[in-house]
């Protein structure tokens, strides 16, 4: 998102099995806003049980954030605050 600062914090969580206890299956969350000198828009994201490759937040949540904020700043004319990432 060039000419936009952004900010967010990404989140990974274990979910529980039918017997209670912690699985490896994840759900992984992004969420951020921008332009961060004066947000605009907020983008949360959460990817329910993502392939094993991609069970992080940061692997699977934050790319699906940036293409969706991308597209949010274009379509609602967002001006960028003139600082890169």
């Known amino acids: 998102m060039d000419g936009y600062r952004v900010g967010g914090k990404t989140g ?3 979910k529980l099995g039918a ?3 912690y699985t490896e299956v994840t759900r992984a969350t992004f969420v951020g806003m921008a332009p961060i000198s004066d947000p605009k828009i907020v983008v949360a994201v959460l990817i329910d049980a993502p392939a094993w490759e991609y069970r992080t937040g940061g692997k699977a949540a934050a790319p699906v954030f940036a293409q969706v ?3 949010a700043l274009y379509r609602l004319g967002v001006a ?3 600082l890169d990432r």
């Open 12 to 14: 990974t969580a274990n």
């Open 19 to 21: 017997d209670g206890r």
């Open 69 to 71: 904020m991308e597209q």
């Open 80 to 82: 960028p605050d003139g």
